[in-house]
C-alpha cells in the first residue's frame, strides 16, 4: 500500500542538484564535440541524451522500491557483479589495448562501473551487521578485503588501475567511518608502508610513464607530458570569467586531449574561467554535503553505511578527476561525474542518486 509519507520527504533539493549537474554537463559537452567545425563528434552528444534519459528512468527505479530489499540479495548482487567481470575478460570489448567493456549492439557498457554500487551494497550490509564502537578487529577485517579483492584483482586484469584503486578507496572510506581498532589499524598502517614500495614492479610501463609525467610534465612535453601540459594551460587560459561558450581555443583546436571525457572539467574551465569552475566545484560540494546529511538522518545503519559509501564514491571521482587534469595527480581515467560523456559512468551516478533519494525519502521508517 502506498504511504503518503514518501512524498512529504521525497528530497527535492537532491533531485534539483542532479538536475542542474546534469545539464551542466550536457551544456559543457554539446561544446566540447563540436568545437572542431571541421569534424564536429555530434553522435556522442546525442548518445548521451540517451544515457542521461536512460539514467532518469534508473533513477526512479532506484528510488521506487524499499532500499531495504538490497539487504536480502546482497548474495545475488555480488554474484552477479563478480560474473560481469568474468564475462568481460572473455568476450569483451578491446578499446585501446583495454578490454573493459561489452558490447550491446550499437552501445557499450562497462561492468566494472557498476561493481562500484554492487560493493558499496555487499559492504553496507556485512558493516551494519559486525560494526561496534571498539572498531573491526583484523579477524573481522578479513571478509570484506575478501569481497573487495576479487573484483579489485578482476578489474585490474582488465587491465583498469583507476577502476580497481577507486574500488579500494570507496571500501576503505566505509571501513574507516565504522572504525577500525587502533592496533588493527597501526598493524595495516605499517603493512601498507612495507607493500608500496613494492607496487611499482608489478606495474606496466604506460603505468610508470603516467606517474613519471605526473611528478614532471615537462620531461616529455610532445608525448606523455602533452595532455597535462596543454591541459593546465585550458585552465589557465580560463582566467577569471573565461573566453565564453564556445569559445575556448584549446578545445577549438583540438589540443586538448580526451575533451569530452576525462578533461572535459579543462573545457569548462576555459570557457567560463575561474568563476564557472568555481560554480561547479560549489554545487559538487554541496551534493556531497547533502549525501552525508543523508547518512547521518537515516537511523537505519545500513541506509546510513550505503549513504557514506555513495557519496565516498562520488567523493574520490570527483577528487581524482579534478586534481587530473590540474596536474595535481596521475592521469587515470576517471571521468567527472555527470558531466563527463560516458554511458556506464552516466548510469552508475544516476543509480546512486536514486539510492540516496530512496534512503532520504524513507528515513521516517526508523524514526
Known amino acids: 500500500m502506498f504511504d503518503r509519507r514518501l512524498i512529504q520527504y521525497f528530497d527535492w533539493v537532491l533531485l534539483a542538484l542532479t538536475a542542474v549537474l546534469l545539464g551542466i554537463g550536457l551544456m559543457t559537452l554539446y561544446s566540447a564535440v563540436l568545437a572542431d567545425e571541421i569534424a564536429p563528434q555530434k553522435i556522442l552528444f546525442y548518445k548521451q541524451l540517451i544515457w ?30 563478480i560474473l560481469l567481470l568474468v564475462l568481460v575478460l572473455i568476450i569483451g570489448k578491446h578499446v585501446g589495448g583495454s578490454q573493459r567493456w561489452l558490447a550491446l549492439g550499437p552501445f557499450s557498457i562497462q ?34 578485503v575478501g569481497l573487495v579483492g576479487l573484483p579489485f584483482l578482476l578489474i585490474v ?15 576503505g572510506t566505509m571501513t574507516l567511518f565504522v572504525k577500525i581498532e587502533r592496533r588493527t589499524l597501526l598493524g595495516i598502517i605499517v603493512l601498507g608502508a612495507t607493500v608500496v614500495p613494492l607496487v611499482g614492479s608489478f606495474l606496466k610501463e604506460y603505468q610508470k610513464q603516467r606517474i613519471l609525467t605526473f611528478l614532471n610534465p615537462d620531461r616529455d612535453p610532445l608525448g606523455a607530458g602533452y595532455h597535462i601540459i596543454q591541459s593546465k594551460i585550458a585552465i589557465g587560459s580560463g582566467m577569471l570569467t573565461g573566453k565564453g561558450y564556445r569559445a575556448g581555443t584549446q578545445n577549438a583546436l583540438s589540443f586538448l586531449p580526451e575533451q569530452h571525457t576525462d578533461f572535459i572539467f579543462s573545457v569548462l574551465a576555459e570557457e567560463w574561467g575561474l568563476a564557472g569552475s568555481g560554480i561547479l566545484l560549489v554545487l559538487f560540494l554541496v551534493l556531497l554535503m547533502w549525501g552525508l546529511n ?40 576517471v ?5 563527463s560523456y560516458g554511458g556506464s559512468s552516466t548510469l552508475k551516478v544516476m543509480m546512486a542518486i536514486g539510492l540516496l533519494l530512496n534512503i532520504s525519502m524513507r528515513r521516517f521508517q526508523f524514526e
Open 111 to 144: 561492468p566494472s562501473e557498476f561493481i562500484k554500487i554492487g560493493i558499496i551494497v555487499v559492504l553496507a550490509r556485512y558493516y551494519s551487521r559486525v560494526m561496534n564502537a571498539g572498531g573491526l578487529t583484523l579477524k573481522e577485517l578479513i571478509y570484506p
Open 157 to 171: 586484469k582488465q587491465p583498469d588501475l583507476g577502476t580497481a584503486l577507486l574500488l579500494a578507496l570507496i571500501a
Open 52 to 81: 542521461a534519459g536512460g539514467g532518469c528512468g534508473i533513477m526512479i527505479i532506484c528510488f521506487v522500491f524499499n532500499y531495504k530489499l538490497l539487504d536480502k540479495y546482497f548474495i545475488l548482487i555480488y554474484v552477479t557483479c
Open 335 to 339: 571521468p567527472l561525474p555527470l558531466i
Open 294 to 333: 543523508i547518512a547521518h538522518s537515516c537511523r537505519d545503519p545500513f541506509g546510513t553505511l550505503m549513504a557514506v559509501g555513495i557519496t565516498g564514491m562520488l567523493f574520490w571521482e570527483i577528487f581524482i578527476n579534478i586534481g587530473m587534469v590540474m596536474g595535481l595527480m596521475p592521469v587515470v581515467g
